[in-house]
């Protein structure tokens, strides 16, 4: 009885479960004006616990633009890396001098990079446009500004690790050169527009038109450049030459304010993708460098 007393929920009234609310207006004490007072209150109170709600709901709405403008606001671009080492063996001592020499000659400059389709701009810059590259339905092809440079060819002795001891022991390094990218265009060849949907299709349908990638990708740009090293080391009394090369690729783009926020996987997507495409690169440069090589020995 006292549950359910005027006096109980007059004092009571905003902690109580609203299924209470019929047991104490139906209550045979209850007057005629604290029946009145009682439903006033009854209504007072669910005004305000809906419009506490209603601002719990504005508050947490407001904290999550708020993260998400923060979160959105800190990328300003997105970039794709792709990194890859090969190494390649010209057995044979009769490569151990005529090649280091080759290598470190002009000559062997248009072969280091990447492309037949070069032009020279002053004494080690070069304009190449490189393959295209293959991108969500549409074909990136780029322009590097590419400078060729020659570090100092004094052989020295290298000491390998113990499981490469047998074949490494008298291992030396001959010669290093960085080719680097300095500046690079990018032109764009779109797919018909089945190709490109199937292609995007493939990708987890990540865009609907190739039209979008084209103007995420238009102001992108490239940094980075291949590393090569020449070594000769000597197996069971004979001399070879051993050429490595690392390439270190970055493709970034930058975001506009109305496209700051990407489809789920493009990121992780691209990158595979861009590293798929370095490896490939990094192989094909070596062996089309050596093809080069044994082209202008055979015609000398």
């Not at 794709?80 to 063996?89: M, N, Q, V």
Request: charged share 20%.
């Amino acid at each position: 009885h006292l549950t359910y007393s005027p006096l109980f929920f007059l004092s009571n009234h905003r902690s109580l479960h609203p299924a209470s609310y019929r047991n104490i207006l139906l209550h045979r004490r209850m007057s005629s004006p604290l029946r009145i007072l009682c439903i006033f209150l009854i209504l007072t109170n669910s005004k305000c616990r809906l419009l506490a709600l209603t601002s719990s709901n504005t508050r947490t709405q407001q904290q999550s633009n708020r993260s998400t403008h923060t979160r959105l606001s800190h990328h300003k671009h997105i970039h794709f890396s792709g990194k890859s080492l090969h190494t390649i063996r010209l057995m044979g001592s009769e490569h151990a001098h005529a090649f280091p020499k080759w290598l470190a000659s002009k000559r062997a400059h248009p072969h280091l990079l990447g492309t037949n389709n070069i032009s020279q701009i002053s004494e080690g810059l070069y304009r190449s446009v490189l393959p295209s590259i293959s991108w969500f339905g549409i074909d990136i092809v780029p322009t590097f500004f590419q400078k060729v440079t020659l570090y100092e060819n004094q052989e020295k002795d290298l000491v390998g690790d113990d499981d490469d001891k047998d074949n490494d022991s008298n291992k030396s390094s001959l010669l290093q050169l960085s080719v680097s990218i300095e500046d690079s265009l990018i032109e764009f060849i779109r797919h018909d527009t089945t190709t490109a949907t199937t292609t995007i299709n493939s990708s987890s349908s990540i865009f609907s038109s190739t039209r979008l990638v084209q103007k995420i990708m238009e102001k992108c740009s490239f940094t980075g450049g291949n590393d090569m090293s020449c070594f000769r080391y000597n197996l069971d009394g004979t001399d070879h030459i051993e050429l490595s090369s690392e390439l270190s690729l970055k493709m970034v783009v930058p975001l506009s304010s109305r496209l700051m926020i990407l489809p789920p996987g493009f990121h992780s997507i691209g990158n595979k993708l861009f590293q798929k495409e370095a490896e490939k690169r990094v192989k094909d440069s070596l062996l089309h460098l050596v093809e080069e090589y044994q082209s202008s020995v055979l015609l000398e």
